[in-house]
């Protein structure tokens, strides 16, 4: 008999594994909760060389959908180049990806519209309700639902996702605007409690590049609210969506970067339309799964940015996932296999987030200890690097991983 398979959330994790089990003869429907096709989530998406070789084997050829930077370059407060990292890496904006997964599934199993609201069990099936109103019974659900996930609290209440301490300024420039030599480069700075980074994407399907600029600074918990606060006065839970930004909250953000940064990113994010800011934060789910529920990707653990792999663990949890249901029957016991296996692998891209993040956090580095010049080379290197992320934490500069 064809099982089935609900998928809540048609994001980057939604389509992978709705993909993958499609092509294994399972019936697959994805419900999302936008009326609209998503865009430009996570602007530009670092790509590792095992994602790259992943998504070959679905048929997603990621050279062709991205730019490579050749260099990573530190820049100092006065604009000199002081320190290169010969490190090439491959850049795919966020809408080529979800674009080529898009492609690849057929379009009328992706239902746009459809929020769920609620699990339930019947016996051997489970039971999706959403818009309040519909009832979808299959096999098993998933929750590809992100950080905020619904599915999640089906499976535990006691994890949410908490704040790591300071926020991010996201802003995208013309390419036009960035110096020849720069326009290859994934440039940094950084001082006590900040860090800003930089590098180009490739949008819309190739036909403009642009440059993306990563800007992050610790805010205190109880300073929190005004960037929670959009430019219509509303208060919102998590974060404002980007086309709501405050402008106070931009105008003194410029006035910060006119002071505070190389002129290099200081002229760029001048020339930048719509910045928008977001208070960082992480979870890792205690599991990810129970009975015939489980979550994928940032349902399941987000890692701070600085580790570069949202998509990467996205993919590699629905690989994980779906070997699992090809070599294991009994569906429990394949998604319980699953929940182990990737929780190990979460938690330890987890704490390597938070131990590059630390370098930013107030609590971590007062302002007035200011970064050495070893720790400056150690974050340029580490940072979204794969084996960083997945092997090893160095205990060159031991950190509490809070
Ligand atoms: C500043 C920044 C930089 C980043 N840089 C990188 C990078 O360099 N490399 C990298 O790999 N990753 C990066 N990421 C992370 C990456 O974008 C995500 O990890 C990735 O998109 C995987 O997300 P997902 O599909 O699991 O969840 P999401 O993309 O959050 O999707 C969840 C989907 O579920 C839908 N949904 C939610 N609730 C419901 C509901 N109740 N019913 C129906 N639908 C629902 C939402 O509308 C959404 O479409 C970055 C993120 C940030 C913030």
Redesign the pocket.
């Known amino acids: 008999m064809t099982k089935t398979a609900s998928i809540?959330?048609?994001?980057?994790?939604?389509?992978i594994i709705a993909n993958l089990l499609f092509r294994s003869g399972w019936k697959v429907n994805v419900?999302?909760?936008?009326s609209r096709q998503?865009s430009d989530?996570?602007?530009?998406?670092?790509?590792h060389p095992k994602?790259i070789k992943t998504f070959s084997k679905l048929g997603i050829n990621m050279p062709e959908l991205g730019t490579w930077v050749e260099k990573r370059v530190y820049v100092s407060r006065d604009n000199e180049t002081n320190r290169y990292f010969e490190y090439p890496q491959l850049?795919v904006s966020?809408n080529n990806i979800y674009s080529a997964l898009l492609d690849k599934f057929p379009r009328e199993h992706y239902h746009l519209g459809?929020?769920?609201?609620d699990v339930t069990t019947q016996s051997n099936h489970i039971r999706a309700v959403?818009n309040d109103t519909e009832n979808i019974e299959s096999d098993l659900i998933i929750g590809?639902?992100?950080?905020?996930?619904?599915?999640r609290n089906y499976i535990t209440h006691a994890n949410q996702p908490e704040y790591a301490g300071y926020i991010?300024w996201?802003a995208v420039s013309n390419l036009e605007d960035v110096s020849d030599i720069r326009k290859k480069q994934f440039t940094f700075y950084m001082d006590s409690n900040q860090q800003i980074l930089g590098y180009p994407i490739q949008r819309n399907n190739m036909q403009s590049e642009r440059y993306n600029l990563?800007w992050y600074k610790a805010i205190d918990q109880d300073e929190l609210d005004r960037f929670l606060v959009d430019k219509y006065g509303k208060k919102h839970d998590f974060s404002v969506p980007p086309n709501r930004t405050n402008s106070n909250l931009i105008a003194e953000m410029l006035e910060s970067a006119s002071t505070e940064l190389p002129h290099f990113f200081s002229n760029l994010i001048s020339k930048s339309k719509a910045p928008f800011v977001?208070p960082?934060y992480d979870i890792l789910t205690d599991r990810f799964s129970t009975g015939r529920v489980v979550l994928?990707?940032?349902?399941a653990a987000?890692a701070r940015?600085h580790v570069?792999?949202?998509?990467?663990?996205?993919l590699l949890d629905c690989v994980a996932l779906h070997n699992k249901l090809e070599k294991i029957s009994n569906i429990e016991e394949a998604l319980s296999d699953y929940s182990i296996q990737q929780h190990r692998f979460a938690d330890q891209i987890v704490n390597a987030s938070r131990h590059l993040g630390s370098f930013i956090q107030k609590d971590q580095h007062s302002l007035n200890n200011e970064l050495k010049s070893e720790e400056i080379s150690y974050i340029v290197e580490n940072t979204?690097d794969y084996e960083f992320a997945i092997d090893k934490i160095s205990d060159y500069y031991p950190r509490n991983s809070s």
């Open positions: 809540v959330g048609g994001s980057i994790s939604g389509l419900f999302e909760q936008s998503l989530r996570g602007a530009g998406i670092v790509c994602m850049v966020w459809k929020t769920l609201n959403l590809a639902d992100g950080i905020r996930s619904r599915v991010v996201r990563v977001s960082v994928v990707g940032d349902a987000v940015p570069g792999m949202g998509v990467t663990k996205a979204a």
